[in-house]
């Protein structure tokens, strides 16, 4: 994933300099939604929000060296920067309401321009968010930071912190999908038409907004996969100040994965992957799942602190090198 964006550099035909036609023609869409008193074209919105909820607020950033390879499309690389914000609201159990856009740009390119914001408004139309303010400037690299606002009824948001001894631990999905896809497309080796679903999976992630809003009731914790599941899971057991036992012979693995992958490297991509954008969650049994995503149990929350894991019934050492920014 280290690459630094080319695309930007091609030589294109039209060269936008004007920031404010850049938000008019790109970013300034007619938002029918009542809940916007004041959208792009002020010094803020204004957003009504119900009285009867919380807010929940996240916010990402992508960076052009750090954050996406260089063949992503500009059109993935759009729907990908709202989409993994969409999983942070859905791993809180909310509803996507409103959405910021900060983007830094080299050199703003009205190709590029085109393909991102029709990426970008392709998962805003298919979510229900309304790009409602933003920030436009130049830099020396395209950093994109989508800022989401959605709501959820008062007192119901699902934290990393609620698990309980003896809950079982669930996921969502299929897990690994989208680092397998990556290192298969890194390796430049030819796209059959399996690895092209692994590699779609990165392209654009699905976040479960739907399956969120269901758990608020039913989960006692949740956190979305973005980092890999050992990692995050770890994150979720530590803010409830437990442990708890993965069983690897249970990981959800998609038949492209199973296909391509030996058994090994799949459960290495699943357990520290990232990008699944998948959830996790801790239920009480017994949990019964009244959705249409698959849900898998994978393991059991313990008092024990630490995260352990077995396969096929034997104790796994499993050592995380999970993706962190400043290591
Ligand atoms: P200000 O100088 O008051 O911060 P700007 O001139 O930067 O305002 O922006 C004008 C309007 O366009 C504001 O409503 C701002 O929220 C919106 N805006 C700026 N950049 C973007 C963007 N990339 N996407 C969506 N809206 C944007
Ligand atoms: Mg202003």
């Known amino acids: 994933m280290i690459a630094q964006s080319k695309k930007f550099d091609l030589k294109t035909k039209v060269v936008i300099v004007d920031e404010f036609k850049i938000i008019s023609q790109y970013f300034e869409r007619k938002v029918e939604d009542n809940s916007v008193r004041v959208g792009i074209g002020d010094d803020g919105a204004v957003l009504s929000p119900d009285r009867q909820k919380d807010l929940i607020a996240v916010v990402d950033s992508m960076v052009s060296a750090v954050h996406f390879p260089v063949w992503l499309s500009p059109a993935d690389i759009g729907y ?15 509803t996507p309401r409103w959405m910021t856009l900060a983007l830094t740009l080299v050199k703003p390119d009205s190709d590029w321009l085109e393909e991102f914001s029709s990426g970008l408004f392709a998962a805003a139309e298919e979510f229900n968010v309304a790009l409602v303010g933003g920030d436009t400037t130049r830099g020396s690299e395209i950093i994109i930071s989508v800022q989401i606002l959605g709501d959820i009824e008062r007192g119901s948001v699902l934290q990393r912190s609620g698990a309980e001894p003896g809950d079982g631990i669930y996921v969502s999905g299929t897990l690994g999908d989208a680092s397998a896809g990556l290192s298969i497309k890194e390796s430049g080796s030819p796209l059959t038409q399996a690895s092209e679903f692994l590699v779609g999976r990165f392209q654009r992630p699905h976040p479960r907004v739907d399956l969120g809003r269901f758990l608020r009731t039913r989960a006692t914790a949740a956190i979305d996969l973005s ?12 803010a ?88």
Request: charged letters at 25%; aromatic letters at 8%.
């Open 227 to 238: 980092d890999g599941l050992f990692g995050d899971l770890e994150k979720l057991l530590s």
């Open 80 to 94: 990908r920067a709202v989409a993994i914000n969409l999983s942070d609201v859905a791993a809180m159990g909310g």
């Open 240 to 327: 409830s100040e437990l442990g708890g036992t993965i069983e690897l012979d249970k990981l959800p693995l998609s038949k492209q994965m199973t296909q391509l992958v030996r058994r090994r490297d799949a459960i290495h991509f699943a357990l520290a992957g990232g990008d699944d954008y998948e959830l996790c969650f801790t239920a009480s049994d017994p949990f019964i799942n009244e959705t249409d995503v698959p849900i898998q149990r994978i393991g059991t929350v313990s008092n024990d602190l630490g995260l352990s894991c077995t396969l096929d019934g034997n104790s796994y050492e499993f050592r995380n090198k999970g993706y962190r920014h400043f290591t």
